[in-house]
């Protein structure tokens, strides 16, 4: 057994594809790299289809750069290293594009997560009632998540009774994360993933420098501490989740 980063950028800046290797030598073996635009969507399929064995890609219109239109994806969405449908959702805390926009362009791609059968991952800042809602008019494919949890038990209890999954970051090891380390004791094990979003958000010790997918089990360590669960059980359900809903196979 070894553990899989749900949600990392290894394209962006601060991160790299020496990462891949650090990850590897940490017991990190499998990591889905997340698109957020046209760019960073074709990117990802790049580093899926020549860095692997253990790398895969998903394609999304991240709420930041809705107003770019979700017809920009239109030639990405059937490569074969492509696992899941985001990260897109809604982001009322910078509001980078407008409201409207963002609920259209999250609508569009639940209904493409729907259409095509991939997973879909989720990004929801300060939009939580939004979030739900167009879910609920637009449906709930099988095998959702909602990266980077930031809510508490309230938040994790209507995630969890779509049938969606939580992915935690390393926030859960910050000091002020009581909330979130609420959710995590709430989830159920077979609802349950970690990710770092490198380069975004490291886990104590290494928060204030940029996260990579090697810091993953320190992750899994907090959430386990949170639990009171042994970081194995969480290193296995993690794997086992992570297969189920990316369809990632062995």
Do not use: K
């Not at 990462?19 to 790049?46: E, F, K, P, Y």
């Not at 509001?95 to 609920?103: K, T």
């Amino acid at each position: 057994m070894s553990w899989t980063d749900s949600h990392a950028h290894l394209q962006y800046d601060g991160v790299g594809v020496e990462a891949i290797d650090r990850a590897r030598l940490a017991g990190v073996t499998r990591i889905v790299c997340i698109g957020t635009d046209a760019t960073t969507s074709a990117a990802a399929i790049d580093l899926a289809r020549h860095r692997g064995p253990g790398i895969w890609a998903t394609v999304g219109l991240h709420p930041h750069d809705a107003s770019q239109g979700v017809a920009t994806l239109d030639e990405l969405w059937g490569a074969p290293e492509v696992v899941a449908v985001g990260e897109c959702g809604l982001d009322y805390h910078y509001d980078h594009s407008p409201r409207d926009l963002q609920r259209e362009a999250f609508a569009a791609q639940v209904g493409i997560a729907l259409a095509r059968d991939l997973a879909l991952v989720i990004h929801t800042r300060e939009a939580w009632d939004d979030t739900f809602a167009i879910l609920a008019s637009e449906g709930v494919p099988d095998r959702t998540v909602l990266h980077c949890f930031s809510g508490g038990p309230p938040e994790a209890e209507r995630t969890l009774a779509l049938g969606a999954y939580l992915s935690f970051s390393g926030i859960v090891s910050f000091r002020n994360a009581d909330d979130v380390r609420g959710a995590a004791t709430l989830c159920p094990l077979n609802r349950l993933l970690v990710e770092t979003d490198a380069p975004f958000l490291a886990p104590i010790p290494h928060r204030g420098r940029p996260n990579e997918p090697a810091f993953v089990p320190l992750v899994g360590a907090a959430v386990a501490q949170a639990r009171g669960d042994a970081v194995e059980a969480i290193e296995a359900a993690s794997w086992d989740n992570a297969e189920r809903v990316f369809r990632l196979g062995s």
